[in-house]
């Protein structure tokens, strides 16, 4: 049973920075892609950052140059580096990973659809 536990959200002030991770247990698929989801109130879930088994990653615009996507093969925990936050980063974050069906051009922030585990998320808050 695949399991995904998200952690390290908190309350930080813009300019500042946090790191998000998620260990996922009981998730072997060699060729896959994983994720970083986030949803503030109101508003739908949109895609962060997305990273392949082989290392190629994606970002949404709105954060590219200030967050990495990584991942820790050995294991098994997905990262977000978080940095420069600002208030509407304010959201919750979560991570996603899929069961390796997809080709890697289909990991991308876009295609929310490819992930079939969820875990259940972490707050992250930037206050002005």
């Known amino acids: 049973q695949v399991q995904l536990v998200e952690s390290g959200g908190g309350s930080v002030q813009t300019g500042g920075s946090l790191r998000l991770s998620c260990p996922a247990s009981?998730?072997?698929?060699?060729?896959?892609?994983m994720g970083w989801f986030r949803q503030a109130a109101g508003k739908e879930r949109e895609g962060v950052a997305t990273?392949?088994?082989?290392?190629?990653?994606d970002y949404a615009d709105s954060v590219k140059a200030r967050f990495t996507i990584s991942k820790d093969s050995a294991n098994n925990t997905l990262y977000l580096q978080m940095g420069s936050l600002k208030p509407e980063d304010t959201a919750m974050y979560y991570c996603?990973?899929?069961?390796?069906?997809?080709?890697?051009?289909?990991?991308?922030?876009?295609?929310?659809?490819?992930?079939?585990?969820w875990g259940q998320g972490t707050q992250v808050t930037v206050s002005s």
């Open positions: 996603a990973a899929d069961r390796g069906s997809w080709s890697a051009s289909a990991c991308k922030t876009r295609y929310r659809g490819i992930f079939n585990f």
């Open positions: 009981g998730y072997s698929y060699s060729r896959n892609c």
């Open positions: 990273i392949t088994s082989d290392g190629n990653t």
